[in-house]
């Protein structure tokens, strides 16, 4: 199993130094992880690294693609609050 | 060393309204009560000195992308080239590109004598980056002085690599000092390899913080604490924050108000957290002021910033222009120590200047007054092309600076980014509270629009020194009566 990278990222680097395997590389137009090498951290960390700095909500998803921060895990902003926010801005 | 908590360590009891000398803001008065080390230190570094701001300019490389906390007023989206504040960039850049754009700056805008590294991430947080930089510019751009901006996870490990690269200013953004304030404010960190939630991460953030600070005033570096204002969440406490960070030997303080629109899509902007209003910050920023050196002429500035504080050049020097420049950085010092020689002799003769004794009854109310400059410390612009004001208290006490006002706020995005204002109505709106504004011209329907909104327009002192300038206009008010009954526009709650 790898974990995946997709094009929500912001490419901000954080994930890159922390990779055990050297599975993360910079790309255009996202930073990219190599599934060949990627062991989700299973046997260096407790928890995959790249995902505990990620500041991107469902940035980075697990082998069965599903995000391993769903939204609202990081800003704590609940999901409907959002969308009704940015509802509002597209209504101006 | 310690010897750094001489400047306030007997603040004389501070006269509502007036100037205590010795905590004003870093301006002249200030200066000259400074131990001669650290005026050294300060004199040309205009994000410590109010004084210096005038005078010389900073700029900030945009090398340091990660981040290792996440606060509920930033979000990691960068590129708006239309919003100007802390953490939003145009354009990333490794250290070379970092090195060759500081060089042709340095070149073309001589009094530019700063460097900082402030993002858009935590520079201590992407450490190779950040030194790189530093280890490259302090061999090839000698005449330039270092800085660092950091939210103070990383900050105990870093100290000593910091000192070694001869940074002796840094800044530390500490908004609280205890855990259960963190957690409203910092959602996460990440430690030791996991990403912690809540109080536990908060607490750890505040005991790093602390832990660099007391390191670094041991080093005899110079701190700066930037603490942002958030209204409900931790507005009481920054007097607290104040407290300590000074007791720690912490050198300035600079609070700042929350920046929250919804649209920038932090924490707060969505869920409508609101900003401090001016009267909120500045009577927090008096409250602080007995214990504390405050800094008030900040001016949030983006983590590429070019120019001198309140102005951005960085569009002059993005990396295809920066391409293009042959730099002779020997003959480009020569210059800049020509420019800088001549600045420094400026202050001196101003320093010099004997303080003038102001024979005003105390019982004259205080007033604000708005000042166009484009620098120098002279009122020196027209009324229609300021971007920003800076406003001065007069009372009998004396002159002091209060703060600055943004006509175009830190979004120049126009009609799509929210009301559609004309720029005379924005910059009216922005005057609140200021009854005079001083300037080198204005025009003939901006005069009366500023007359009508209780704000007298003044071009009778273009080119003098704003502060001479400013009181000069205080005593014609007094000579026309205008103080004798008129109630103070300026006061409690009337600002927004």
Excluded at chain 2, 111 to 131: C, K, S, W, Y
Excluded at chain 2, 169 to 193: E, L, S
Excluded at chain 2, 244 to 255: R, S
Excluded at chain 2, 343 to 350: C, K, M, P, R, V
């Amino acid at each position: 199993m790898a974990l995946k990278i997709i094009e929500s990222c912001v490419n901000c680097w954080a994930c890159e130094p922390l990779c055990p395997s050297g599975a993360i590389h910079e790309a255009k137009p996202h930073f990219l992880i190599d599934a060949k090498k990627c062991t989700e951290c299973e046997g260096d960390h407790a928890d995959p690294q790249c995902a505990s700095i990620c500041p991107i909500e469902g940035a980075i998803l697990d082998g069965l693609g599903v995000p391993l921060n769903p939204p609202g895990s990081l800003t704590g902003i609940p999901p409907e609050r959002l969308q009704a926010a940015m509802a509002e801005i597209r209504a101006r | 060393m310690l010897e750094l908590k001489v400047i306030n360590d007997n603040p004389a009891p501070s006269k509502k309204g007036g100037c205590s000398a010795g905590s004003c803001g870093s301006n002249d008065e200030q200066m000259s009560h400074l131990p001669e080390h650290i005026r050294e230190k300060v004199y040309n570094h205009p994000c410590y000195s109010e004084q210096a701001h005038h005078y010389f300019a900073r700029m900030h490389v945009a090398v340091a992308p990660a981040c290792n906390i996440q606060c509920h007023y930033c979000n990691r989206k960068y590129d708006c080239a239309n919003e100007s504040r802390p953490g939003v960039v145009s354009e990333l850049l490794t250290p070379d590109q970092a090195v060759k754009k500081v060089m042709a700056v340095a070149a073309n805008i001589p009094q530019m004598t700063v460097l900082g590294i402030a993002g858009p991430g935590d520079p201590l947080a992407n450490p190779e980056r950040t030194f790189d930089t530093f280890r490259q510019l302090t061999e090839k751009a000698p005449d330039i002085k270092l800085c660092v901006s950091t939210n103070g996870l990383s900050l105990p490990e870093c100290v000593d690599e910091l000192v070694k690269h001869n940074i002796d200013h840094v800044t530390i953004t500490i908004n609280c000092v205890d855990p259960d304030v963190g957690a409203k404010i910092y959602p996460w960190i990440f430690w030791n390899n996991k990403r912690i939630h809540g109080r536990k991460g908060a607490a750890i953030l505040i005991e790093q913080q602390q832990k660099g600070l007391e390191m670094l005033t041991a080093r005899g570096v110079l701190v700066k604490v930037n603490s942002v204002l958030i209204p409900g969440v931790n507005d009481e406490h920054l007097k607290e924050v104040s407290k300590v960070v000074k007791a720690k030997g912490a050198f300035l303080h600079n609070v700042m108000p929350l920046i929250a629109e919804a649209e920038h899509g932090t924490f707060y902007g969505v869920m409508g957290q609101r900003s401090p209003n001016k009267a909120e910050l500045q009577a927090l920023q008096d409250a602080c002021e007995g214990d504390m050196n405050m800094m008030r002429h900040c001016r949030q500035c983006r983590a590429d910033a070019v120019g001198l504080l309140g102005e951005d050049r960085g569009s002059e020097f993005t990396l295809d222009k920066i391409e293009t420049m042959e730099i002779d950085y020997a003959e480009a010092m020569k210059k800049r120590a020509v420019v800088h020689a001549a600045i420094a002799e400026e202050l001196n003769a101003q320093a010099a200047r004997p303080a003038q004794k102001n024979d005003i009854p105390a019982h004259y109310r205080p007033v604000l007054m708005a000042v166009a400059t484009s620098g120098g410390g002279v009122i020196n612009q027209h009324f229609g092309h300021a971007k920003e004001f800076l406003v001065y208290e007069a009372s009998p006490a004396g002159v002091r600076f209060i703060g600055h006002r943004k006509t175009d706020l830190y979004c120049s995005g126009g009609d799509t980014c929210g009301d559609a204002d004309t720029a005379l109505q924005t910059s009216i709106r922005a005057l609140e509270g200021c009854e005079a504004v001083l300037c080198s011209k204005i025009g003939y329907s901006p005069w009366g629009e500023l007359e009508a909104a209780g704000i007298q327009p003044n071009g009778e002192h273009a080119m003098e020194p704003i502060e001479d300038a400013v009181m000069a206009v205080y005593k014609e008010m007094i000579a026309a009566g205008k103080l004798d009954e008129a109630p103070a526009l300026y006061g409690a709650g009337n600002a927004a």
